[in-house]
C-alpha cells in the first residue's frame, strides 16, 4: 500500500484569462503520507486543489485522484475523499449529533453506520457533554476538531484540508495535528495546504508554491539542508525572494 | 431518496431555528393580508361632510335626507355662509361641503335646472374622487327618480353594474396582490437567502465536494420551501374566504394548481438572484429592490396598468405578478376556467424556464 500513488499530478494548469493562477505544477503523493502544500496567500493553492476535489476544471495537464481523473471522474472522486474548508463549515444552528448525521446521510452512511460512528467519536473526542448542544455555541478549537472528524466520517482515501488551523491557539493546533497523525497511521492520506511553517515541518513531505508554480518539493529535512536553512521558514523566505538552493 | 429527506430535515431546522424567518414566513403573510384588507381600504364609509343650503325647500331637504341615510356619510354640520367653507376644511373633519344655490327648488321646478357646488379637501386625491362619485351617483338617482313621474322629452337613462365586485370592496383588489407578494417574498426572497447563507458560512462548498450533485442541492434547499409556500397561500385564501369574504368563483384545484406554477416561478427567480449574490446581505437587498418594489408598482396591484405611460405598460409585461395577478382575480372573481387564462400560464411557465436555463447556465460557468 505505502507505495501507491494515490494523488498523481503532471503539468496541471489553471488559466483565468491572461492570468496563470497555476502553472504546469507536478507532483506525486503515497498513500498515508501528510502532504504539506505550503505558498503564501494568493500563490494558487486553494485553486489547485479546487481542481484536485473536482470543483473546478483544469486548463491543462493531467491529474489523478484516488485513481480517478480530474476531468472525467470527478462524481467518484468526491465520493473517495474527504474535505474541510478554512471556514470550519459546520451548520451553527444544527447541534453536532444533528450535523454528524446529516454529513454521514449525504455521504450514503446508513443510519446504523452513523449511530455507530456518534458512538466512537463520543468517545474519542469526549463529546458526552456537548453532543446535543448547538454548535455555534462551542468554541473554536472544538468546531475544528469536529469538523475534522466530519471529514473523516465516510472514511475516506484521502483528506483535503484546507488552511485548517487558521486563528486558533498554538495548543488546540497541537492537538489538532495529533488528530492528524492518528488519522494518518490508520493509512489515510493527508493533503494539507497551510501558511504557517512550523506547522510545515510535521509534515512527510512538503511543496513550496510561488506564483503559481511549485519551487521545491521533498521532505522537510531535505528542503532544509538544500537552502542550508535551520527551519522552513527561512526556506520559504528564501524562495519568495527568489533564490536558488545553494550548490 | 433517504439523502435527500436528510437535506430537507436539515433545512427545516435551519428555519424553524431562526425566529426571524419563522416570523417573516408565517407573522407577515397573516400581518400583511390584514393590514392591507381592514386599513388600507378604498372604499369610503361614514365620511364627513357638511352642508351650506341657502334655498331650504322640499327638494333640498330631500336630497340632504337621501345622503344622510347612506351609509357613506355623516352629516357633520350645516353651514349658515359661503366664508365659512374655507374655515370648515382647515379644521379637518369634514371631507366634502355640499352647497345648493338660492332657490333650488323653484329654479329647478320652473327652469329644469338647479346647481350644486360640490367642494371636496383634495389633500387626499383618491378619497376626493371617491366622495365626488359617491355624491354624484346620488344626485343623478335622485334625478331619475324625479324625471321618471314626469312624461316629457326623450331621455338617457343609465344602469350601472359593478360586475364580479358589486359593492367595490377594495379588499378584492389587494388580496390576489397580497397573495401574490408574499408568495414571491416567501418563495424568491427566502430561497435566494438560505443559499447565500450557505454560500456566505462556506458550507455550500463542502456540499460541493460531496457526492450530492449540485441539482440535488439546489432542490434539497427549494423543496422546503415550496411546502411553506403552499401553506401560506392556504392561509391566505381561507382568511380571505372567511374573514373578507372573498368568493373564489372558480376551481379551487385551478387556484391551487396555478399558486403553485408560480410558486415555481419565484422560486426560480429566487435561485437566479443566488447565483449572483455571495452574502445574505446582498441576496436581501436583490429581493426587495429588485422584486418586491416592481411586484408593488408594476404589477397592477395597486396602480392600474392601462394608466401607465406606454414604457412602463411595457415593462410590467415582464414582471411574472403581473401575469399570477390576472390568473387569480381570474379565478377568484370571475370564475374563469383554464379556456382564459392559458396564455397568463404559458407565460408563466416560459418565465420560470427561461430563469431555471440562465441559473444552470451561470453556475456552469462558475464551475469553469
Not at chain 2, 258 to 263: G, K, N, R, T, Y
Request: net charge positive; with cysteine; charged share 20%.
Amino acid at each position: 500500500m505505502k507505495d501507491n500513488k494515490v494523488i498523481a499530478v503532471k503539468n496541471l494548469t489553471k488559466k483565468f484569462g491572461d492570468f496563470l493562477a497555476v502553472d504546469a505544477i507536478s507532483f506525486e503523493v503515497k498513500a498515508g503520507e501528510i502532504f504539506g502544500f505550503l505558498g503564501a496567500n494568493g500563490a494558487g493553492k486553494t485553486t489547485a486543489m479546487k481542481m484536485l476535489i473536482g470543483i473546478s476544471k483544469p486548463s491543462s495537464g493531467e491529474a489523478t485522484v484516488a485513481g480517478f481523473d480530474v476531468y472525467a471522474q470527478t462524481e467518484l472522486i468526491k465520493k473517495n475523499i474527504g474535505y474541510m474548508s478554512q471556514k470550519f463549515a459546520l451548520y451553527d444552528d444544527l447541534t453536532v449529533r444533528e450535523n454528524i448525521t446529516f454529513f454521514g446521510g449525504i455521504y450514503g452512511l446508513s443510519r446504523a453506520t452513523i449511530k455507530e460512528k456518534v458512538k466512537v467519536l463520543v468517545a474519542e473526542l469526549k463529546l458526552e457533554n456537548i453532543i446535543d448542544q448547538l454548535v455555534g455555541a462551542l468554541p473554536l478549537g472544538w468546531k475544528q476538531k469536529l469538523s475534522f472528524s466530519v471529514s473523516l466520517l465516510h472514511d475516506p482515501k484521502i483528506v483535503f484540508l484546507d488552511e485548517p488551523t487558521g486563528g486558533v491557539d498554538p495548543i488546540t493546533r497541537r492537538q489538532f495535528w495529533e488528530m492528524i497523525y492518528h488519522a494518518a497511521d490508520k493509512g489515510t492520506t493527508l493533503f494539507v495546504t497551510t501558511h504557517y511553517m512550523d506547522e510545515a515541518e510535521y509534515c512527510d513531505k512538503v511543496s513550496i508554491m510561488v506564483n503559481g508554480k511549485i519551487e521545491a518539493m521533498g521532505p522537510p529535512k531535505l528542503l532544509k539542508e538544500r537552502y542550508g536553512a535551520s527551519n522552513l521558514n527561512e526556506v520559504f523566505l528564501k524562495l519568495a525572494r527568489g533564490s536558488k538552493p545553494n550548490e | 431518496m433517504k439523502r435527500f429527506i436528510g437535506f430537507v430535515r436539515k433545512e427545516f431546522y435551519h428555519i424553524y431555528r431562526d425566529k426571524r424567518s419563522l416570523f417573516i414566513l408565517f407573522g407577515m403573510p397573516i400581518a400583511q393580508i390584514l393590514l392591507f384588507g381592514f386599513a388600507i381600504a378604498n372604499e369610503i364609509n361614514k365620511v364627513e361632510i357638511a352642508f351650506l343650503d341657502q334655498a331650504k325647500d322640499a327638494t333640498t331637504i330631500e336630497i340632504i335626507n337621501k345622503m344622510a341615510s347612506s351609509k357613506y356619510f355623516s352629516i357633520n354640520r350645516y353651514l349658515a355662509a359661503e366664508s365659512e367653507v374655507e374655515g370648515v376644511f382647515k379644521e379637518g373633519k369634514v371631507k366634502a361641503v355640499i352647497n345648493f344655490e338660492k332657490d333650488f327648488g323653484e329654479k329647478l321646478v320652473k327652469r329644469g335646472k338647479a346647481t350644486i357646488q360640490l367642494v371636496a379637501d383634495a389633500t387626499d386625491p383618491n378619497t376626493a374622487n371617491s366622495i365626488t362619485n359617491y355624491i354624484l351617483s346620488i344626485v343623478q338617482q335622485y334625478n331619475q327618480s324625479i324625471n321618471l313621474h314626469q312624461v316629457g322629452g326623450p331621455q338617457v337613462l343609465t344602469q350601472t353594474h359593478m360586475a364580479f365586485n358589486p359593492e367595490l370592496k377594495s379588499v378584492f383588489m389587494f388580496v390576489p396582490g397580497v397573495m401574490t407578494i408574499i408568495l414571491m417574498l416567501v418563495s424568491a426572497m427566502m430561497t435566494s437567502i438560505s443559499i447565500a447563507k450557505e454560500k456566505e458560512l462556506g458550507t455550500m462548498e463542502i456540499l460541493l465536494v460531496s457526492p450530492l450533485k449540485p441539482f440535488q442541492v439546489i432542490l434539497g434547499k427549494v423543496v422546503p420551501y415550496i411546502l411553506l409556500s403552499i401553506i401560506n397561500a392556504i392561509i391566505i385564501v381561507l382568511l380571505s374566504i372567511f374573514i373578507f369574504k372573498m368568493p373564489v368563483q372558480g376551481s379551487l384545484i385551478l387556484l391551487g394548481t396555478e399558486s403553485v406554477l408560480f410558486i415555481l416561478t419565484s422560486l426560480s427567480l429566487g435561485i437566479l438572484i443566488s447565483t449572483i449574490a455571495k452574502t445574505q446581505q446582498t441576496a436581501m437587498m436583490i429581493s426587495l429592490m429588485g422584486l418586491m418594489l416592481p411586484v408593488i408598482l408594476l404589477s397592477g396591484f395597486i396602480f392600474p396598468i392601462g394608466s401607465m405611460p406606454l414604457p412602463l405598460q411595457i415593462i410590467s409585461n415582464i414582471i411574472p405578478a403581473k401575469w399570477f395577478i390576472l390568473i387569480i382575480k381570474g379565478i377568484m372573481l370571475k370564475g374563469v376556467g383554464m379556456a382564459f387564462i392559458w396564455k397568463e400560464t404559458l407565460i408563466l411557465i416560459g418565465m420560470t424556464l427561461f430563469f431555471i436555463g440562465i441559473s444552470t447556465y451561470k453556475y456552469k460557468i462558475r464551475l469553469e
